[in-house]
C-alpha cells in the first residue's frame, strides 16, 4: 500500500506562550487552575519535585476527574518518600471508595515510607485503617 500525496496544506499554528512555566511553581499553578489536560500533565511532570508531595496530596479529594486522579496517585506512589506517605495516610479514612483503594496502591508501592508509620497504623483506634 503506497502513501498518498495531498494538493492541500495545512496552515501553520500561531505559535502561543505558555499559561504556565514548566518549573515546580508553574506545574503547581497549573496542578490547580488548569483544565483537567493540564492538571494531569501537571501532576505527571511532578514527578521530577519530591518537594511537591504534599500539593499533590492536598489535590486529591479535591478532584473530580479520574484520569488525573490516577496521575496523582503514580506521581506520588512514584516519589514514594516520607511526604508522600503522609500525604495519602488520610485518605485511609475517606468515604470515597476510589480515594481509599488509590492510597492503598499508592502506599504499597512505598514500603519504606510507609515502614516507620505500620505500628501506628496497626494501633489506630478507627478498625477500617487497621484492615486497611
Do not use: C, Y
Amino acid at each position: 500500500m503506497g502513501l498518498r500525496k495531498t494538493s492541500t496544506f495545512d496552515p501553520l499554528r500561531e505559535v502561543v506562550e505558555r499559561e504556565h512555566a514548566r518549573d515546580l511553581p508553574g506545574l503547581l499553578r497549573q496542578l490547580d487552575e488548569g483544565n483537567a489536560d493540564q492538571r494531569r500533565w501537571a501532576a505527571r511532570d511532578l514527578v521530577a519535585h519530591p518537594a511537591s508531595a504534599a500539593a499533590l496530596g492536598r489535590r486529591l479529594p479535591a478532584e473530580a476527574d479520574a484520569s488525573v486522579r490516577e496521575a496523582l496517585f503514580v506521581s506520588l506512589g512514584s516519589i514514594a518518600t516520607e511526604p508522600a506517605a503522609a500525604a495519602l495516610l488520610p485518605l485511609l479514612r475517606s468515604e470515597d471508595a476510589a480515594l481509599r483503594n488509590g492510597a492503598i496502591e499508592s502506599l504499597a508501592a512505598m514500603p519504606r515510607a510507609v515502614a516507620p508509620r505500620i505500628a501506628a497504623l496497626l494501633a489506630d483506634a478507627d478498625s477500617d485503617v487497621r484492615l486497611l
